[in-house]
């Protein structure tokens, strides 16, 4: 029995030509590289000298426009007071890592200077960092035997053989992680930091925050014990070898932590001396000097820095080969490029926000990849943005990247000039500059903010945080990645579904479990799927279909229906289908034909429905039961079924128009159509209420 389908006609032209998989994906592949041919050959037409210039060194925009009476001044600052702090910051984040302090002041000089000429953000501080110090020293401490013994890696003594190829392979890591980075960008796979969530991310650095902050302890106290991974590991043997107290080394680095805190607090609570914590490290190293000098405390106990080279770094290229030991070495390069490269964007990114102008996440991370090569090329390990240094730079006013550049200056001076000052820099002032800076990172009002507004991240960010504290850096990243990965799983595998309820005598539907008043049809069930339908969810997908039509079956049989008629799905929210999905829609459309249920599909992608039509699927359900809207679906259910009420059979519709409001769902105001039977089989919309709709709502 055919009837007329009202409704929007479907728009099937868009859909039209089953052509096989294989020639549409080919098609696309070709549309791609003409389109990316064309847009190269406008672009080869259209640049100018300038342009081709900028490519290649991008600073060139920024210095073409720079306005020197309103920048000069800003940058000049940012960049000397960034340099003051870098200093002290390098050099302890360098011991860190366990090479010498002058590594660190590398990392601070020709990546910085290299990174102001082709990075895109304005305002971020590149340089040594702790968790990536951290990282590598727990790293390449593992491939290198004998290097667990070395206490001061600027005088390692009997152990300087072994120290010379822990800083071959450091130098190796940066080259590696410089290699990645640089693909990374050329390859525009910077989307992989996305699987990285902030609660995984922020848990893992305050975990790791503790580790660096317990590593440190031991240059207060003033002995010398093992390095260790995990916390626990840690307080052991600081317990064990309590023996070796040095109350000088406490007093002084106690105090150079009281100092710098201090300067903190005074820093938050009076806008006008914001610069102090900024200029804290180097303060407090001054101090700490002047004092070494004047009481002659190297000679007294208080152990100190000793030697640094003088002088520019000399090259290292021939270090990058030949590489013992790849395997370890490209994973732990992987890692390392990885939480650099999501720490370095994350700032990056909201340092543009913040000042208003467009970040090129390419360029951005390419200028990191060239930065790192010509860290490795002269003696430097892996660098990347500092959260520290970057707000500093930030709140000091820097304007453009040369704030960066007279930065990397400042270093190239110390080192030229000021390294025998700092060969006086005492282990505990540079392990307070470290426990203070990493206090910041320690981000436990996240955690609170988490557990009040998302339990799931909330219990996200304590795994990340427990692993790292007690299972160590390079197991905590893992879980922490792990978890990550497993979320993505999670929700991708157990997707969102809703049963949809008329919203007001409206043609709008929507889950009844928001809408507790949503009107109902007995007898017709409309369910959203509100994921990709594909291998990983099709099986959560059916079972939440087999509840949906329990509970509606229990729904109608309570309004006088005694089957289900009809399921509708919504596929809005499906952008697009496997093989598997289409199998899926298959073999439900058999099973409900099986039982006398009608599918019903609205508003499919056009990228769907030609995957349907190729696979067979839409001439199995018949192109009159897919719909534009579902009100349109539920009219003509309600239409069939008052035709098999009054002894008709199940209808097939064929086309109506038809206006915004169906005759059959007519106002309050209004009479309906076959208003005796609106209250049974094939009567109006009933409102499920709120049993019926948390039954229904899931």
């Not at 549309?31 to 300038?50: H, I, L, Q, Y």
């Not at 390069?333 to 970040?359: H, Q």
């Not at 799927?529 to 099709?538: C, E, G, I, Q, S």
């Not at 509708?568 to 249920?597: C, N």
Request: aromatic share 10%; hydrophobic share 50%; with cysteine.
């Amino acid at each position: 029995m055919a009837t007329k389908k009202e409704g929007i006609l479907f728009p099937w032209h868009h859909g039209t030509g089953a052509q096989p998989s294989y020639v549409e994906e080919l098609d696309g592949l070709k549309n791609w590289v003409e389109k990316t041919r064309d847009s190269g050959s406008k672009a080869f037409r259209e640049f100018t000298p300038f342009d081709w210039a900028a490519l290649f060194l991008p600073c060139l925009r920024w210095l073409r426009t720079y306005r020197v009476k309103e920048w000069l001044l800003w940058d000049l600052l940012a960049g000397v007071s960034v340099g003051f702090m870098i200093i002290p910051q390098s050099m302890s984040y360098a011991n860190i890592a366990g090479v010498p302090s002058v590594y660190g002041l590398y990392g601070a000089f020709l990546p910085l200077a290299v990174y102001a000429l082709l990075g895109s953000s304005k305002q971020l501080g590149v340089g040594p960092v702790a968790v990536t110090s951290l990282l590598i020293g727990n790293g390449i401490r593992a491939m290198v035997p004998g290097s667990e013994n070395i206490d001061n890696p600027n005088n390692p003594g009997e152990f300087a053989g072994v120290q010379d190829i822990y800083n071959h392979k450091v130098i190796q890591v940066a080259f590696l992680v410089a290699c990645m980075y640089t693909g990374v960008g050329a390859l525009r796979l910077g989307f992989i930091v996305r699987f990285l969530s902030h609660s995984v991310i922020t848990g893992f650095t305050s975990g790791a925050a503790v580790i660096i902050g317990m590593s440190q302890v031991r240059y207060i106290l003033g002995y010398k014990v093992p390095r260790m991974d995990s916390l626990h590991e840690i307080i052991e043997v600081l317990v064990a070898g309590r023996a070796g107290f040095k109350w000088k080394e406490c007093v002084m680095g106690l105090a150079m932590l009281g100092f710098l805190i201090g300067l903190k607090v005074i820093s938050k609570r009076v806008k006008k001396l914001h610069w102090l914590a900024a200029l804290g490290p180097i303060m407090a190293c001054a101090i700490s000097i002047i004092a070494v000098v004047a009481g002659k405390l190297d000679r007294r106990g208080i152990k100190v820095v000793e030697k640094i080279p003088q002088g520019l770094p000399s090259p290292t290229i021939g270090w990058w080969a030949p590489v013992n030991n790849l395997g370890p070495m490209l994973g732990l390069s992987a890692v390392v490029m990885l939480v650099d490269l999501l720490e370095s964007t994350s700032i990056a990114r909201a340092l543009a926000r913040k000042n208003g102008y467009e970040l090129s996440y390419n360029q951005e991370i390419v200028g990191l990849g060239i930065a790192n090569f010509a860290g490795a090329m002269f003696n430097s390990y892996t660098t990347t943005g500092s959260f520290s240094r970057s707000a500093v730079n930030n709140s000091s006013g820097a304007k453009t990247q040369l704030a960066g550049f007279i930065t990397s200056m400042v270093v190239m001076f110390v080192l030229l000039f000021l390294t025998k000052v700092f060969e006086l820099l005492p282990y505990n002032t540079m392990a307070a500059i470290i426990i203070a800076g990493v206090m910041g990172l320690v981000e436990f009002d996240t955690a609170i903010y988490l557990m009040k507004t998302h339990l799931r991240d909330f219990a996200v960010w304590l795994v990340a945080f427990l692993a790292t504290l007690f299972l160590g850096i390079e197991l905590g990243l893992a879980a922490a990645i792990g978890l990550a990965l497993l979320i993505v799983i999670f929700e991708s595998a157990f997707p969102h579904t809703a049963v949809l309820g008329r919203v007001d005598r409206t043609t709008v539907y929507r889950n009844v479990e928001q809408y507790p008043g949503a009107e109902m049809v007995p007898g017709v069930l409309v369910v959203r799927l509100d994921a990709p339908v594909y291998f990983a969810n099709v099986q959560w997908m059916e079972d939440k279909l087999v509840a949906y039509e329990a509970e509606a079956l229990r729904f109608a049989r309570a309004n006088g229906i005694d089957r289900v008629e009809y399921i509708i799905l919504d596929l809005t929210p499906v952008p697009h289908m496997d093989s598997m999905g289409a199998h899926f829609l298959e073999e439900l459309h058999q099973s409900y034909k099986a039982r006398g249920i009608q599918l019903i599909l609205t508003n499919p992608s056009p990228r769907v429905v030609r995957l349907m039509e190729r696979s067979g699927l839409i001439a199995k359900i018949g192109r009159d039961w897919i719909f534009v809207r579902v009100h349109d679906a539920v009219v003509n259910c309600q239409r069939s079924l008052m035709q098999m009420e009054a002894g008709g059979s199940l209808a097939t519709p064929t086309w109506q128009p038809m206006g915004m409001v169906s005759p059959v769902f007519q106002s309050e105001g209004g009479a309906e159509p076959n208003g005796a039977a609106a209250g049974s089989r094939g009567g109006g919309p009933v409102a499920p209420g709120a049993a019926a709709g948390a039954s229904l709502g899931l």
